[in-house]
């Protein structure tokens, strides 16, 4: 039925909802561009800032961008790109993917998406499938032999680029998980560091997005349509121990809202003295002539918290106090 043979009053009706309709989509990719500006200032901000505190890249500096073809990577590269017009120093971009020659593997995605950047890039292609298919027994997680495989293959050609710098994509909850794992698997306290030396002790291997939460590069991921190529050697493996951790601190996202942040300021705010490392700290030698070292006893006094991370003596009706009962439950549990 066509418009014109409605009742007056309902084609009224019809010409506003349409109008409505192309008013909304007119308005989407204004509401999408604002998002994206945005979510692309504040992951520049963390980037930025990272580089800064960790002295991640210098005057001169050519860094080799490692790229997997997740989100993670991609966003990695675009702000590196931002940052590189915009930074104070001069510094150079090279994007490298490493083409394992999983069955399926879309080759031609990364080419044609780094050539339309006109980002200087390389594709190392190397069959490492084959290798850790025929070396670790079925139903056994791949990741341990895959990423030593990849290590030693990146280290190369960053050897042969001359790469200063080797960037990898992981973010803050990548370094908790990490934390978490060693923890509970390991016998750790220990995590992935924004700033190291290669297992090789050639390169210096830094993580921009150190300071980046993932569900904000899942965001930007999505808004800058990234063209995603999934891990079909890995992302397989839901039983895996880190995908376990990452639900369990989802979890505690949702209910516990700050409980992530909180854990990675304590990862940024380490006291020695206060832990049980006789190699850190010489517990030995302390004697009644030492003083007081960072508090003393009243470390453990009830302390408050303020919004599940930062601490504070100011606010006092804002402050959540954990009642002293709680904290020795906490203590005690074996």
Same mark, same amino acid.
């Given at each position: 039925?066509?418009? +014109?043979?409605?009742?007056?009053?309902?084609?009224?009706?019809?010409?506003?909802?349409?109008?409505?309709?192309?008013?909304?989509?007119?308005?989407?990719?204004?509401?999408?561009?604002?998002?994206?500006?945005?979510?692309?200032?504040?992951?520049?901000?963390?980037?930025?800032?990272?580089?800064?505190?960790?002295?991640?890249?210098?005057?001169?500096?050519?860094?080799?961008?490692?790229?997997?073809?997740?989100?993670?990577?991609? +966003?990695?590269?675009?702000?590196?790109?931002?940052?590189?017009?915009?930074?104070?120093?001069?510094?150079?971009?090279?994007?490298?993917?490493?083409?394992?020659?999983?069955?399926?593997?879309?080759? #031609?995605?990364?080419?044609?998406?780094?050539?339309?950047?006109?980002?200087?890039?390389?594709?190392?292609?190397?069959?490492?499938?084959?290798?850790?298919?025929?070396?670790?027994?079925?139903?056994?997680?791949?990741?341990?032999?895959?990423?030593?495989?990849?290590?030693?293959?990146?280290?190369?050609? +960053?050897?042969?680029?001359?790469?200063?710098?080797?960037?990898?994509?992981?973010?803050?909850?990548?370094?908790?998980?990490?934390?978490?794992?060693?923890?509970?698997?390991?016998?750790?306290?220990?995590?992935?560091?924004?700033?190291?030396?290669?297992?090789?002790?050639?390169?210096?291997?830094?993580?921009?997005?150190?300071?980046?939460? =993932?569900?904000?590069?899942?965001?930007?991921?999505?808004?800058?349509?990234?063209?995603?190529?999934?891990?079909?050697?890995?992302?397989?493996?839901?039983?895996?121990?880190?995908?376990?951790?990452?639900?369990?601190?989802?979890?505690?996202?949702?209910?516990?809202?700050?409980?992530? =942040?909180?854990?990675?300021? +304590?990862?940024?705010?380490?006291?020695?003295? #206060?832990?049980?490392?006789?190699?850190?700290?010489?517990?030995?030698?302390?004697?009644?002539?030492?003083?007081?070292?960072?508090?003393?006893?009243?470390?453990?006094?009830?302390?408050?918290?303020?919004?599940?991370?930062?601490?504070?003596?100011?606010?006092?009706? =804002?402050?959540?106090?954990?009642?002293?009962?709680?904290?020795?439950?906490?203590?005690?549990?074996?």
């Amino acid at each position: 039925m066509s418009t +014109a043979s409605l009742p007056h009053s309902q084609q009224k009706q019809t010409t506003k909802t349409n109008t409505n309709t192309n008013t909304a989509k007119k308005k989407a990719p204004q509401i999408k561009n604002v998002q994206l500006t945005k979510l692309e200032k504040k992951l520049r901000h963390n980037v930025g800032k990272a580089i800064a505190q960790y002295n991640m890249i210098e005057d001169g500096d050519k860094i080799m961008v490692c790229m997997s073809g997740g989100k993670d990577s991609y +966003a990695m590269l675009s702000i590196l790109m931002i940052l590189k017009e915009l930074a104070p120093i001069k510094f150079d971009l090279i994007a490298v993917n490493l083409d394992q020659k999983q069955p399926g593997f879309p080759e #031609h995605i990364l080419p044609e998406y780094l050539e339309s950047l006109g980002v200087e890039y390389r594709i190392v292609e190397e069959d490492t499938y084959s290798i850790v298919k025929e070396k670790v027994p079925e139903g056994k997680t791949t990741c341990s032999l895959c990423s030593r495989l990849r290590r030693a293959l990146l280290y190369k050609a +960053a050897k042969a680029e001359g790469a200063t710098k080797i960037a990898l994509g992981h973010h803050r909850d990548d370094m908790i998980e990490t934390l978490m794992l060693n923890m509970f698997y390991g016998g750790k306290l220990k995590a992935m560091p924004a700033k190291l030396v290669s297992d090789n002790g050639e390169h210096v291997v830094i993580r921009p997005l150190a300071f980046c939460k =993932e569900s904000e590069l899942i965001q930007y991921a999505a808004l800058k349509n990234f063209p995603i190529i999934p891990c079909n050697l890995c992302g397989s493996q839901p039983n895996m121990q880190r995908q376990n951790i990452k639900k369990m601190l989802n979890e505690w996202e949702v209910n516990f809202p700050g409980r992530i =942040e909180s854990m990675f300021t +304590a990862m940024k705010n380490v006291v020695p003295s #206060h832990l049980c490392d006789g190699e850190l700290f010489d517990f030995k030698n302390i004697d009644s002539n030492s003083g007081v070292i960072n508090g003393g006893d009243t470390a453990f006094d009830q302390e408050p918290f303020v919004n599940g991370s930062e601490q504070s003596t100011e606010g006092l009706s =804002e402050v959540v106090k954990f009642p002293t009962e709680n904290i020795l439950d906490i203590v005690e549990i074996k």
